[in-house]
């Protein structure tokens, strides 16, 4: 046994005595925040994540991803419904579930005059970790990420991706239950990226914790996810596993662009025998078939028959992005 497994054992003990209590890391009934009478930003956002799970919600610009993860994260107060971290009530009990969670925003918080170990170590602090046992975490989350030769460099040097990886080590000083991740790869090149995912994947499988991550990379998510949510206008309109919800699309998908009679084209595509889904949105009609190599020729006459003239076409297996497109009707922007 470690130094620091000695020292963080009977706090992990108590952790798990409580997970015992709660088959849910994160649970929310009817979310709702308000702004106004005209701003609803989150409307009855119900959530059953279990422990040791890493779940992705997705959503357009807008949808209420950012202001529902406020929300969990105790940096907001809900208007209406109970949403509660490792059977902790985020609005009675804000300072448990603090405890138990570690966040990582969308934009980069960092002093840059501080050094990478710095900004562990008064982290550490912060939480009445004891000099010893933040130290010996420190030394640990540094070798995680792949930081130790530019500890002691201000985070000023750091590029984007160290800077990430930097702001992982420190959610992850006080031993969540809960991880937090918003939008964790945003703007990093794919070799970064690739390098947040393994250590994402090894957290959950290595030390058991739950994630709940943002982003706006459908890759990411198909990858990582056990499960994804996709919310839009304050509402999850779909969830399951990204395998459960690419295989309602059908085996291949068609994207159609063209000009024409586009709605009376739509209608008699939908009763085609073999198609399972239709939608549209900027401009693109999608359509959900059993086998795209023998339904091409029926797809293309039909169009011919309705006075649309097909300008691109293009065939494949559907993905989570065609999940999202199916179920917000837009592409992942405003």
Same mark, same amino acid.
């Given at each position: 046994?470690?130094?620091?497994?000695?020292?963080?054992?009977?706090?992990?003990?108590?952790?798990?005595?409580? *997970?015992?209590?709660?088959?849910?890391?994160?649970?929310?009934?009817?979310?709702?925040?308000?702004?106004?009478?005209?701003?609803?930003?989150? +409307?009855?956002?119900?959530?059953?994540?279990?422990?040791?799970?890493?779940?992705?919600?997705? $959503?357009?610009?807008?949808?209420?991803?950012?202001?529902?993860?406020? !929300?969990? =994260?105790?940096?907001?107060?809900?208007?209406?419904?109970?949403?509660?971290?490792?059977?902790?009530?985020?609005?009675?009990?804000?300072?448990?579930?603090?405890?138990?969670?570690g966040v990582t925003f969308q934009d980069v918080v960092l002093d840059n005059d501080l050094t990478g170990r710095q900004v562990?170590?008064?982290?550490?602090?912060?939480?009445? *970790?004891?000099?010893?046992?933040? @130290?010996?975490? =420190? %030394?640990?989350?540094? %070798?995680?990420?792949?930081?130790?030769?530019?500890?002691?460099?201000?985070?000023?040097?750091?590029?984007? $991706?160290?800077?990430?990886? !930097?702001?992982?080590?420190?959610?992850?000083?006080?031993?969540?239950?809960?991880?937090?991740?918003?939008?964790?790869?945003?703007?990093?090149?794919?070799?970064?990226?690739?390098?947040?995912?393994?250590?994402? @994947?090894?957290?959950?499988?290595?030390?058991?914790?739950?994630?709940?991550?943002?982003?706006?990379?459908?890759?990411?998510?198909?990858?990582?996810?056990?499960?994804?949510?996709?919310?839009?206008?304050?509402? !999850?309109?779909?969830?399951?596993?990204?395998?459960?919800?690419? +295989?309602?699309?059908? %085996? +291949?998908?068609?994207? !159609?662009?063209?000009?024409?009679?586009?709605?009376?084209?739509?209608?008699?595509?939908?009763?085609?025998?073999?198609?399972?889904?239709?939608?549209? $949105?900027?401009?693109?009609? *999608?359509?959900?078939?059993?086998?795209?190599s023998r339904r091409l020729v029926a797809i293309v006459s039909t169009a011919t028959d309705n006075g649309f003239a097909i300008e691109d076409l293009?065939?494949?297996?559907?993905?989570?992005?065609?999940?999202?497109?199916?179920?917000? $009707?837009?592409?992942? @922007?405003?």
């Amino acid at each position: 046994m470690t130094e620091l497994e000695q020292l963080i054992g009977d706090k992990e003990s108590t952790k798990m005595d409580h *997970q015992k209590q709660t088959s849910l890391a994160v649970e929310s009934r009817g979310l709702v925040k308000r702004y106004s009478e005209e701003v609803l930003a989150v +409307d009855g956002v119900d959530l059953s994540i279990a422990a040791n799970t890493i779940y992705a919600l997705l $959503g357009p610009n807008g949808a209420g991803k950012t202001t529902t993860i406020s !929300i969990l =994260t105790t940096l907001l107060e809900p208007s209406g419904g109970v949403a509660k971290i490792a059977g902790f009530d985020v609005v009675r009990q804000a300072g448990e579930v603090r405890k138990r969670i570690g966040v990582t925003f969308q934009d980069v918080v960092l002093d840059n005059d501080l050094t990478g170990r710095q900004v562990l170590e008064y982290h550490g602090q912060l939480y009445g *970790q004891s000099k010893q046992e933040r @130290r010996a975490r =420190t %030394a640990e989350l540094l %070798a995680l990420v792949e930081l130790e030769d530019a500890a002691d460099r201000r985070c000023q040097t750091y590029s984007g $991706g160290m800077k990430r990886r !930097i702001e992982l080590a420190r959610a992850l000083m006080t031993q969540p239950e809960v991880l937090f991740l918003d939008e964790p790869t945003l703007g990093l090149d794919p070799q970064t990226r690739g390098r947040i995912w393994d250590y994402i @994947r090894t957290l959950k499988d290595q030390n058991g914790l739950t994630l709940v991550l943002t982003t706006h990379y459908m890759d990411e998510a198909e990858q990582l996810a056990d499960r994804v949510g996709i919310i839009d206008h304050g509402k !999850i309109v779909v969830e399951g596993t990204p395998r459960e919800l690419i +295989d309602q699309m059908g %085996a +291949d998908t068609f994207r !159609i662009v063209g000009q024409g009679d586009s709605g009376h084209f739509i209608e008699q595509v939908r009763a085609l025998p073999f198609v399972q889904t239709v939608t549209t $949105g900027d401009n693109v009609i *999608q359509v959900g078939v059993d086998t795209g190599s023998r339904r091409l020729v029926a797809i293309v006459s039909t169009a011919t028959d309705n006075g649309f003239a097909i300008e691109d076409l293009s065939v494949a297996r559907p993905s989570l992005g065609d999940v999202f497109f199916n179920y917000t $009707g837009r592409q992942l @922007r405003d």
